[in-house]
T-cell receptor
């Protein structure tokens, strides 16, 4: 079982829909990142969370440390939001400090 | 502004040649990492370094080598022993291995022909 699990793997939405991407992890962490990767492009860091909630424009990220779960929400989705969204955790113990989920591929259709 | 820089963004090499990917950071971070991503797959750890002159193998280190002679630099060499080198390579860094925000390079897309 992967230490970081994301769901869903693939998501198709109509423009304007509210989108939620989930990330669950099974290890102790000091922080969690949400990243965005456009097709053929590099990786952009959207948020770093260690507790609570952060908002940037139409993006909202939350984390529940006790439940080992984080969500990324996109309000009023737009075709330009189409990308792969990746959850990454910084572990506070173990051999591999930084561990990534496999990503959620989002397609927003106009 | 501080940041982490990978170069080049796209790289083409002939089969059998070694190639070195550059990763530089001016954030004064101790920890640096190299990951590989294959189409439709997640990022997998190749090597990481927690401090200068020290590095550890990750899950898929075979066919790769690294050095950490300076705090700012963590170059990755893809050797001819790597069976399937065509992939997207990502460099990252963090203040320490266990704490602090991680920063990510833009990635290098390597194609071996």
């Amino acid at each position: 079982k992967n230490e970081v699990e994301q769901s869903p793997q693939n998501l198709t939405a109509q423009e304007g829909e509210f989108i939620t991407i989930n990330c669950s992890y099974s290890v102790g962490i000091s922080a969690l990142h949400w990243l965005q990767q456009h097709p053929g492009g590099g990786i952009v860091s959207l948020f770093m969370l260690s507790s609570g909630k952060k908002k940037h424009g139409r993006l909202i990220a939350t984390i529940n440390i006790q439940e080992k779960h984080s969500s990324l929400h996109i309000t009023a989705s737009h075709p330009r939001d189409s990308a792969v969204y990746i959850c990454a955790v910084i572990r506070n113990s173990g051999n591999t400090p930084l561990v990534f989920g496999k990503g959620t591929r989002l397609s927003v259709i106009a | 502004d501080g940041g982490i820089t990978q170069s080049p963004k796209y790289l083409f090499r002939k089969e059998g040649q070694n190639v070195t990917l550059s990763c530089e950071q001016n954030l004064n971070h101790d920890a640096m990492y190299w990951y590989r991503q294959d189409p439709g797959q997640g990022l997998r750890l190749i090597y990481y370094s927690q401090i200068v002159n020290d590095f550890q193998k990750g899950d898929i280190a075979e066919g790769y080598s690294v050095s950490r002679e300076k705090k700012e630099s963590f170059p990755l060499t893809v050797t001819s022993a790597q069976k399937n080198p065509t992939a997207f390579y990502l460099c990252a860094s963090s203040i320490t291995p266990r704490q602090g925000q991680a920063f990510f390079g833009q990635g290098t897309r390597l194609t071996v022909v």
